[in-house]
C-alpha cells in the first residue's frame, strides 16, 4: 500500500490515517478501534512526551462524517510515531520514509552560516516590490498545482500569510489619522501600516512555492522580518525605476527572486 504524502489547505503536510493503517498491513476491520487508540495514546514527539493534539497533529475529514471509516490526516511526526509504536513488521520501512520527509520539508527552522547569509541577502532582495510580486506569482502556481481549484487561494492567502484583511489595514490607518485613496492596492495599504511586513510575507512566499512547508515559511518570514527590521529597510518600487534606496545586494539573488511562475 502507497503512503501518499499530501499538503494540507494549511501548508502543512499530512497522511491520511486510512491509508497509514494499510500501509501498516493492518485489516480494515481493526481500523475504527485503533484510530481511536491512536489519538488517545502518549508519545514522544519533538516537543515532549504527550497525546496528540486535534488541530496541530490531526485533523478529520469532513467528507468522511457518516461513514463506516472516519479518516483523519496526520501530520508526518504522528504518522512515524504511530508506526515506530505499532507492531507491524513494516514500521522500521514506513517511519523511515516519514522521517527522510521531514528532512527534505522540516518543520522547524534550522539553519546554517552559510543558509542565514543566503537569507539576509534575499531579505535585502525582497525589499523590492518585483521580487514580492514575483514570489507571490510562484506561491500561487505552486499553490494551484497542488489543488483542483485556487479558488480558496484567497481565504489562505488572507488567513496564513497575510493576517489581516483590506478593511483592517483602512480602519488602522483612519486610527493614525492617515488618509489612503480608495484605490490603493492591499500591497500599498501593508506598506502604510508596517512596510517589513512585505518582506515578511515575500520570503513566505518564496519558501512556500518550492515546496516547503507552510509553518516552516512562516518561521523564515517571521525571522525576515526582524533582520529587516535590524537592518532599518525601506520599500522601494524598483518597477518605476525607484532605487535611490535599494540596499546593495547580490545581483544573482534579485534575478532569482524576479522570476516569475513559468
Not at 490515517?17 to 476491520?29: V, Y
Request: hydrophobic letters at 40%; one cysteine or more.
Amino acid at each position: 500500500m502507497e503512503l501518499t504524502i499530501r499538503t494540507s489547505r494549511k501548508g502543512t503536510r499530512v497522511i491520511k490515517a486510512t491509508e497509514l493503517h494499510r500501509a501498516l498491513g493492518i485489516s480494515d476491520h481493526h481500523y475504527q478501534t485503533n484510530i481511536r487508540h491512536w489519538l488517545k495514546d502518549i508519545y514522544q514527539f519533538s516537543d515532549g512526551i504527550r497525546k496528540p493534539a486535534g488541530m496541530k497533529d490531526y485533523a478529520r475529514s469532513p467528507q468522511s462524517r457518516g461513514a463506516l471509516m472516519q479518516e483523519y490526516y496526520l501530520s508526518l511526526e504522528l504518522g512515524k510515531v504511530i508506526a515506530l509504536a505499532s507492531k507491524s513488521k513494516l514500521k522500521q520501512a514506513i517511519a523511515t520514509k516519514l522521517s527522510k520527509e521531514e528532512d527534505v520539508y522540516p518543520e522547524q527552522v534550522q539553519l546554517s552560516t552559510t543558509e542565514t547569509l543566503e537569507l539576509l541577502e534575499q531579505v535585502k532582495a525582497m525589499a523590492r516590490i518585483s521580487c514580492q510580486k514575483a514570489a507571490e506569482s510562484r506561491h500561487l502556481a505552486h499553490y494551484s498545482r497542488k489543488r483542483d481549484t485556487a479558488e480558496y487561494w484567497n481565504f489562505y492567502r488572507r488567513e496564513q500569510i497575510v493576517g489581516c484583511t483590506m478593511a483592517d489595514l483602512r480602519e488602522q490607518l483612519k486610527m493614525r489619522g492617515q488618509k489612503i485613496a480608495a484605490k490603493a492596492d492591499l500591497r500599498e495599504l501593508i506598506n502604510r501600516v508596517d512596510p517589513y511586513d512585505l518582506i515578511r510575507i515575500g520570503i513566505i512566499d518564496h519558501y512556500a512555492a518550492m515546496g516547503n512547508t507552510l509553518p516552516y515559511a512562516q518561521q523564515l518570514g517571521n525571522l525576515a522580518k526582524e533582520l529587516a527590521k535590524q537592518l532599518r529597510l525601506e520599500i522601494v518600487d524598483d518597477q518605476q525605476g525607484d532605487l535611490l534606496f535599494a540596499p546593495i545586494v547580490d545581483a544573482e539573488v534579485v534575478r532569482k527572486l524576479q522570476r516569475v511562475a513559468a
